[in-house]
């Protein structure tokens, strides 16, 4: 976590100043494939009486998530866009009647390893309240937390242009059958592969083993009728996925 991000803000500051001090908590869900992961962010932000942040459960897919947020009703969930179940996307839309509970709604941050427009746009159309990815400081993950809790929407820097791009246009977004076939994690693995991963370098960045990578990767082929990684290269170059 080293990306300096734009989550940095006066407010979101003294909130969690607030919590740190006994002032305020913020009740936290973290939902995310990678047991690890989830350690990791557990151990970063969980010291409640120093982040004002606890964090009341977790998940690994999305049928645990729904179970998770429903027992504990947080006021926000850290979300992962790849899960087992139908990715950030079915959570989000699961979660609907409690996002719009006007005494106690649950708000939704995106924490992802990618940094894809259609992933971003797919999770604010949604419902969540902004989307870093996972290069992001633990401290500058705290400030986001607090200000999503108060119904600020917060995006890392360069992503908060997607979605200004994708909300000022009336259009909606050209369909792409070929895309379409590709679940969220094949999409992932078909960029990192185009921009030139070796598939040890794809399986460290999506924290998953080099034989889940190929299997990805054979997926990913069949699926667009093409031979190898230069015609993939090439398939994703002509649509901008690199």
């Known amino acids: 976590m080293t990306e300096a991000t734009n989550e940095q803000h006066s407010d979101a500051g003294n909130g969690g100043g607030d919590g740190a001090g006994g002032e305020r ?39 645990q998530a729904m179970t998770v947020i429903q027992a504990t009703r947080p006021e926000v969930v850290l979300l ?42 797919g999770v604010i159309r949604g419902g ?28 890392s820097p360069r992503l908060a242009g997607f979605v200004l791009d994708a909300f000022a246009s009336t259009d909606a977004p050209p369909v792409d059958e070929d895309l379409d076939r590709l679940t969220q994690r094949e999409r992932e693995v078909l960029r990192l592969i185009a921009r030139g991963y070796a598939y040890k370098e794809v399986a460290k960045q999506l924290f998953i083993s080099v ?32």
């Open 25 to 63: 908590r913020v009740r936290v869900v973290l939902v995310d494939d990678h047991r690890m992961f989830r350690a990791g962010v557990q151990a970063e932000i969980g010291r409640t009486d120093e982040t004002g942040v606890e964090v009341v459960g977790e998940a690994g897919d999305v049928d």
């Open 211 to 242: 034989k889940t990578v190929e299997s990805h990767v054979s997926a990913v082929l069949r699926k667009l009728q093409l031979s190898n990684r230069h015609e993939l290269t090439r398939w994703a170059t002509a649509r901008r996925l690199v």
């Open 128 to 155: 969540a309240r902004g989307y870093v990815t996972k290069t992001i400081t633990g401290g500058d993950l705290v400030n986001a937390i607090f200000r999503v809790s108060d119904g600020d929407a917060v995006f």
């Open 80 to 121: 992962d866009v790849h899960l087992p179940g139908g990715g950030g996307v079915e959570v989000l839309r699961r979660s609907a009647p409690m996002m719009g509970d006007a005494d106690q709604p649950v708000r939704f941050l995106a924490l992802s390893v990618s940094d894809a427009a259609e992933d971003v746009i």
